[in-house]
């Protein structure tokens, strides 16, 4: 193999690797330490409709992202059916990939509707939330989420 075909090899790879790696940071809002949900246990915002704090010793990891939990049966629930208790849109705010954008929510802002919950933005200058909720079809509003879901999960912010 000539010289210039082994340096495309390396970089090819190089760059499949970050790709593959970088999927996880691009579709779900996590840390540095790929922690969800900036810690709250999604267990407690679907089957309780509350945000709560999860603890260190309570966590799981799915697709190489961890959630926190309030308790052993917390953790336990999630074991048995991650899929059921993932965040919409990655823990994104929904507002904002209805918008076409991605930004951090505000994790005790939310809306649990539908078996599903989603998370908004909130700071001094906009409350998302209550953009969702002023629109009043959470339905139309979904859809159109979804279809910019499909396009933003392989973006970075």
């Not at 953790?75 to 899929?83: A, E, G, H, T």
């Not at 909130?122 to 339905?139: G, K, P, S």
Request: proline share 3%; hydrophobic share 35%; net charge positive.
């Amino acid at each position: 193999m000539n010289f210039l075909k082994q340096v495309t090899l390396v970089f090819a790879l190089v760059f499949a690797m970050q790709t593959s790696f970088g999927q996880d940071k691009k579709a779900n809002n996590i840390d540095n330490s790929n922690i969800a949900l900036q810690g709250y246990s999604p267990v407690s915002y679907l089957d309780l409709g509350i945000a709560q704090k999860g603890l260190k010793e309570h966590k799981s990891e799915h697709n190489k992202v961890v959630y926190y939990f309030t308790s052993a049966e917390q953790k336990k629930k999630f074991d048995k059916n991650p899929s059921k208790y993932m965040p919409q849109y990655g823990g994104y705010c929904a507002f904002g990939v209805y918008a076409g954008a991605k930004f951090r929510p505000d994790p005790n802002k939310f809306i649990v509707k539908d078996g599903k919950y989603f998370l908004y933005l909130y700071n001094i200058e906009l409350d998302a939330q209550q953009l969702w909720l002023a629109e009043n079809n959470h339905n139309k509003l979904v859809s159109t989420a979804n279809e910019n879901w499909k396009k933003l999960k392989s973006t970075y912010n």
